[in-house]
């Protein structure tokens, strides 16, 4: 019993880890919720989700531009 609860309390601590990019999270703007690659932004139905931070086009995806983020000076890998 004693090792079951070790393992269930490693996996849920596990679990808690900050978002990672397409995972969404609370307030768009916040870089302290997104992990560390990552910035909280507005996607377009409005929730909001973590996205890549970048500097110009060629780090996000062909589907994906480096635009600003709303409430911050930070750049990130936003849909066409």
Partial sequence: MRIF???ATAAFLVGCGKPKVGESCKTAGDASLC????????NASGTATCRTICTDNAQCATTEQCNGISGS???????K
């Fill in 5 to 7: 609860l070790m393992v």
């Fill in 35 to 42: 992990e560390s690659t990552a910035m909280c932004t507005n």
């Fill in 73 to 79: 000076n930070i750049r990130s890998c936003q849909p």
